[in-house]
C-alpha cells in the first residue's frame, strides 16, 4: 500500500484555514499562484459564494504530493452552521491540523470542532497562525489548548518576535532557526544557529519536549538520565507514536498570510500524522448475519467504501466522494449499494483537485476519490460487493432547527424547485423539506440563518429559480410530562374484508437529549414477524409526525406491551394503522408539551462595548454563562431560545461598529414557557 495522508483542516471561522491550504498548494507545486481568500481567488473556495462572502461552505477536497508522499486534504468550514460539511469530513479522516489564531486562540468553533474530533478519535497536530498580528501571543494560545480543550500541546517551535516583529521560528527539535526574509513567496527556507539572547528559552522549550516524551518513552528516559545526546529520529518516532495514540498533540507557529511556517507544518503532516496502516482495523456490520466484524484495510480485501459526500454538477451528475477502508475500487466496474441493495456501475473515477479533477483507473485502500455517474447513492451509504455485504458506521448530523417557507414565483416553476430542494436536500443532510399540509408551502430546514441563507441564495442564483421566501421560523419539538397506557382498537371493511388489529402501548416522558425509543415488550410467538414490523413502523412515523402541531415529537419512550391477533382478519395494514393512532391518541393523553431549541452563544466584542452587548443580550432572553477577558477582546458565552436571536447579527454589528463576532450552535430543547 503506498503511503497516504487523509488529513483534515478545521478551525474557527476567519483562523487562516483556506489561506493556509492555499500556501500548502503553492509550495507542494498544485497551484503555480497563490489565491487570497480576500481577493475571492482562493482556489478552495471555488463557489461563487465562497468567495462573495469570504468564507468556506463545503468541503473541497484536493490532493497534492510533499517529499514524494500523497497527502488528501479537506478543507471544512469554519462556520457552525455547515457542521454536516465538518461531521462528514472528520468520519473519513486520519489525521487533522487544528488553526487557532495567535490572538483569539482557541474560539467557540475551535472547541466545537475539536470534540468532533475526538469522538471519531483523530489524531491531530496544531498550527498557530497570524503570528504577525496585533495582540498574538503564542504561550497564551498553548495555555488556551490545556484548558478549553483538555489537550497535551507540545511546542516544536516557537516564533522570533511577534506581531509586527515576526520574522521566523525557531525549531526545538533541531535548535536552530528558520527565515524566509530572502524570499517573499516563502518558498526558500534559510538556516541559522539560535541568536544567543534567545538561546536561554530554546533550551528551556527544548527540555520540556525531552521532559513530555519521557513520560512515554524508557529510552528518552535513560539517555537523558544518563547525560547523552537523544537521537532526533528517536524524539521524532516518540512524537509520532504518542501523537497518534491521541497523548500530545505537536504543536507549530507561523503567518501564513506571509507566507511563514508552512514548510514545517508541511514536514510535521507527514512525520507525525498516520497513514491509513497506522490506524486500527475498522468497524462494520454484516447486513446478513448481524454480526459485528473487524474489517482489516487491506487493499487485496473485499471492496469497501463510505460515501462521505456528494456534490451535484451541472454536467457531471452526482459526484460521490467516497473514502476506501478495504479492496479496490475499478473505473468501469459494478459496485453494490449495501444501504440501498442496489448495483451501481463506477463510470468514471476522479482525483479531486478543488473543482478541477483528473482520471483514475482505480483507487485502493486508504484513498479518497470521486466516482461519477452513480444513481441511488447517499451520503453515509457503505458500498461493496454482493457477497460481502457490510456496513460501516454512518457519519451522524443534528437535526435542524430553523425553517422558512419558499414557493415558486409561478406555478409552472413547481416540479422545477421540488427537484432542486431533493438535490440539495441530497448534497446537505441537514437541510431538509417538507410541505405543509394545510397550506400546500414547501417548508425548508436547516441549522441556522445563515445556512439557509447560503442554500436560498444556491436556488436564486446557481439554478435561476424566482421565487418567494417567508421569514425565518424556529423548528419546535413535542414531547410529553407524564406516562400513560392505552389500548387502540382499528376495525375497518375494505373490499368487503374485514381489517382488525388491538394493541396497547405504553408511553413515558424520557430526560431530555436521551431521543425516542421503541420496545416491543410482546412475544414474537404472538403473531408473524410482519406484523410487528407494521406496528414498528406506525410508532416511526408517529415520531416524525408530532402529536398536536404536527412537529417532530422528541424524547418519548414507547412500549407495545400486548396484542390481539386473528389470523382470520387481522392485516399488516390494519397494525400499522392502530399503532399510528394509538400513538397520537395516547400521547394526547400524557399532557404535551411544546420544546424550543435554546442555543449556546459566543460573542467576541472589543473591551470597550461589554456593557451594551450584555445588556442587550439579556434583553433577549440570554442567560450569561461566563465573561471571559483577554488582552484587546471579552469573550462572552450565554445561552438563549433560538427565536429571540433572529436579526442578531445585524443588532451586535450596530453595537460594537461593526466589530463584533459570534457564534451560536445549537445546544438543547427546553419547555417553551407559555406566553412566550
Given at each position: ?42 482556489t ?10 469570504g ?123 528558520i ?33 513530555q516524551?519521557?513520560a ?9 538520565l ?15 507514536t ?39 482495523p ?35 451528475g ?113 437541510f ?25 441564495t ?68 404472538r ?27 422528541y ?66 432572553g440570554?442567560?450569561i ?9 471579552e ?40 406566553g412566550k
Amino acid at each position: 500500500m503506498k503511503e497516504i495522508r487523509n488529513i483534515g483542516i478545521m478551525a474557527h471561522i476567519d483562523a487562516g484555514k483556506t489561506t493556509t491550504t492555499e500556501r500548502i498548494l503553492y509550495y507542494t507545486g498544485k497551484s503555480h499562484k497563490i489565491g487570497e481568500v480576500d481577493d475571492g481567488e482562493a482556489t478552495m473556495d471555488w463557489m461563487e459564494q465562497e468567495q462573495d462572502r469570504g468564507i468556506t461552505i463545503t468541503s473541497a477536497a484536493t490532493t497534492c504530493f510533499w517529499r514524494d508522499i500523497q497527502i488528501n486534504i479537506i478543507d471544512t468550514p469554519g462556520h457552525v452552521d455547515f457542521t454536516a460539511e465538518v461531521e462528514r469530513s472528520l468520519r473519513v479522516l486520519d489525521g487533522a491540523i487544528g488553526i487557532f489564531c495567535a490572538v483569539g486562540g482557541v474560539e467557540p468553533q475551535s472547541e466545537t470542532v475539536w470534540h468532533q474530533a475526538d469522538h471519531y478519535h483523530i489524531p491531530r497536530i496544531a498550527y498557530v497562525n497570524k503570528m504577525d498580528r496585533l495582540g498574538a501571543n503564542f504561550y497564551d494560545v498553548l495555555d488556551d489548548m490545556k484548558q478549553k480543550l483538555k489537550s497535551n500541546p507540545l511546542a516544536l517551535y516557537l516564533p522570533i518576535g511577534i506581531e509586527s516583529e515576526f520574522e521566523g521560528v525557531i525549531d526545538l527539535l533541531r535548535m536552530r532557526e528558520i527565515r524566509w526574509d530572502r524570499d517573499p513567496t516563502g518558498i526558500e527556507m534559510d538556516f541559522f544557529p539560535i541568536h544567543p539572547d534567545r538561546l536561554p528559552l530554546a533550551e528551556k522549550w527544548h527540555e520540556k519536549i525531552i521532559d513530555q516524551l519521557s513520560a512515554h518513552s524508557d529510552e528518552v528516559t535513560e539517555l537523558f538520565l544518563e547525560g547523552e545526546d537523544i537521537p532526533l529520529d528517536l524524539l521524532q518516532k516518540v512524537i509520532r507514536t504518542e501523537t497518534i495514540n491521541q497523548n500530545i498533540i505537536p504543536v507549530f507557529c507561523g503567518a501564513s498570510v506571509k507566507n511563514i511556517g508552512i514548510q514545517p507544518l508541511l514536514d510535521g503532516i507527514l512525520d507525525y500524522l498516520p497513514t491509513p496502516m497506522d490506524l486500527p482495523p475498522i468497524h462494520g456490520h454484516h447486513a446478513k448475519t448481524d454480526e459485528d466484524l473487524i474489517i482489516a484495510r487491506e487493499e487485496d480485501g473485499h471492496p469497501l467504501a463510505l460515501v462521505f459526500k456528494i456534490q451535484t454538477d451541472r454536467e457531471a451528475g452526482a459526484l460521490n466522494f467516497i473514502r476506501v477502508y478495504s479492496g479496490t475500487v475499478k473505473k468501469g466496474s459494478v459496485i453494490f449499494n449495501i444501504n440501498k441493495r442496489k448495483r451501481e456501475r463506477v463510470h468514471r473515477l476522479l482525483r479531486m483537485h478543488s473543482n478541477r479533477h483528473e482520471s483514475l483507473d482505480s483507487i485502493s485502500a486508504g484513498d479518497i476519490a470521486v466516482i461519477v455517474g452513480m444513481k441511488f447513492s447517499q451520503t453515509g451509504d457503505t458500498l461493496g460487493s454482493e457477497g460481502y455485504q457490510v456496513f460501516l458506521e454512518k457519519p451522524t448530523f443534528p437535526e435542524p432547527v430553523i425553517s422558512v417557507a419558499i414557493e415558486p414565483k409561478t406555478l409552472s416553476d413547481r416540479d422545477k424547485l421540488t427537484k432542486i430542494l431533493e438535490t440539495l436536500s441530497i448534497e446537505d443532510p441537514t437541510f431538509t423539506v417538507k410541505e405543509n399540509e394545510e397550506t400546500g408551502q414547501l417548508i425548508i430546514s436547516g441549522m441556522g440563518e445563515l445556512h439557509l441563507d447560503v442554500l436560498v441564495t444556491r436556488i436564486l442564483k446557481d439554478f435561476k429559480l424566482a421565487a418567494n421566501i417567508g421569514k425565518p421560523q424556529v423548528t419546535y419539538r413535542e414531547s410529553i410530562k407524564k406516562t400513560v397506557i392505552h389500548t387502540e382498537k382499528f376495525h375497518r371493511v375494505i373490499a368487503g374484508k374485514d381489517n382488525t388489529a388491538s394493541i396497547t402501548l405504553t408511553v413515558a416522558p424520557l430526560s431530555r437529549g436521551t431521543g425516542n425509543q421503541y420496545i416491543n415488550d410482546v412475544p414474537k410467538k404472538r403473531m408473524p414477524k410482519e406484523f410487528f414490523s407494521s406496528i414498528q413502523r406506525g410508532i416511526e412515523g408517529g415520531f416524525s409526525s408530532g402529536i398536536i402541531f404536527g412537529y417532530p415529537a422528541y424524547d418519548i419512550g414507547v412500549t407495545l406491551t400486548d396484542v390481539e391477533y386473528s389470523e382470520m382478519t387481522s392485516t399488516t395494514f390494519a397494525f400499522e394503522a392502530a399503532a399510528s393512532m394509538g400513538f397520537d391518541n395516547t400521547c394526547r393523553k400524557a399532557e404535551p408539551v411544546l420544546l424550543e431549541p435554546v442555543m449556546r452563544i459566543d460573542v467576541m466584542i472589543p473591551n470597550d462595548f461589554v456593557g451594551e452587548v450584555i445588556s442587550h443580550l439579556t434583553s433577549r432572553g440570554g442567560i450569561i454563562h461566563s465573561l471571559e477577558s483577554k488582552l484587546t477582546i471579552e469573550h462572552i458565552r450565554a445561552e438563549s431560545p433560538l427565536v429571540n436571536m433572529f436579526g442578531y447579527t445585524t443588532s451586535l454589528r450596530s453595537l460594537t461598529q461593526g466589530r463584533g463576532t459570534f457564534a451560536m450552535e445549537f445546544s438543547h430543547f427546553a419547555q417553551k414557557e407559555e406566553g412566550k
